[in-house]
């Protein structure tokens, strides 16, 4: 079935470098690929979306990247910061317009 | 001005018993979803309204039963809870695929 695979579960970098974040998917039909924040005992929040008519977007510091062909896209956050201490989950949609979400990668800002 | 709220925020309840989580959304969308979020963080679909009519339901208990009075609200009746059932609930709506989550009801089976 759809599969939204993501790497690495955890990452921790020092302030002020940058993090990646990769995704891939299975379903070729998959259009639609957001990226969320969840802190501690908050809701997932949208932070940047990215469609495949798109090769990559950027907003300040986060920026993504899709690649159709290989089916994999990538968040990175550049000048991180100690609030961008967080989970966060890619997720794809599907053919049947469901969004399917990567397992998450808690990101740890070191000081 | 909360865009999808929900209540209420914490439910502590014994096994057997059968509890309701409520959600309402004012973005005016169309299409709204229930997601369990288990305590390893991961983010599974349960159900999906568009136009208070079901569209997705993931193989999910029958004990979980979603209702749609009108496409501004969703709610979720869960009968006979059980252990494994303890999980944050929430509900988000949707226009033109982007998602937004409600608060979170965590729901603490004992």
């Known amino acids: 079935g759809e599969n939204v695979e993501q790497h690495p579960s955890t990452l921790s970098v020092q302030e002020g470098d940058s993090a990646v974040i990769k995704c891939t998917y299975s379903d070729s039909a998959s259009n639609y690929f957001p990226w969320y924040k969840q802190e501690l005992g908050k809701r997932p929040q949208l932070i940047i979306d990215?469609?495949?008519?798109?090769g990559e977007k950027k907003d300040q510091r986060i920026a993504v990247t899709l690649n159709k062909t290989a089916k994999h896209f990538s968040l990175h956050i550049t000048e991180t910061q100690p609030e961008d201490s967080a989970v966060y989950f890619c997720?794809?949609?599907?053919?049947?317009?469901?969004?399917?979400f990567g397992k998450g990668t808690r990101l740890h800002i070191l000081p | 001005d909360t865009a999808v709220s929900q209540t209420p925020k914490y439910l502590v309840t014994q096994m057997g018993n059968d509890k309701s989580i409520k959600c309402e959304q004012n973005?005016?969308?169309?299409?709204m979803y229930w997601y369990k979020q288990d305590s390893k963080k991961f983010l599974k679909i349960m159900f999906s309204?568009?136009?208070?009519?079901?569209?997705i339901n993931e193989t999910v208990p029958n004990r979980f039963s979603p209702k749609s009075p009108d496409k501004a609200h969703l709610n979720l009746h869960i009968n006979s809870l059980e252990l494994g059932d303890s999980a944050v609930y929430f509900c988000?709506?949707?226009?033109?695929?982007?998602?937004?989550f409600g608060p979170g009801t965590r729901l603490t089976v004992l």
């Open positions: 997720a794809a949609s599907t053919r049947d317009d469901k969004i399917i």
């Open positions: 309204y568009n136009n208070k009519e079901l569209i």
């Open positions: 988000a709506s949707s226009q033109d695929n982007a998602q937004y």
């Open positions: 973005l005016g969308h169309d299409t």
């Open positions: 990215i469609r495949s008519n798109v």
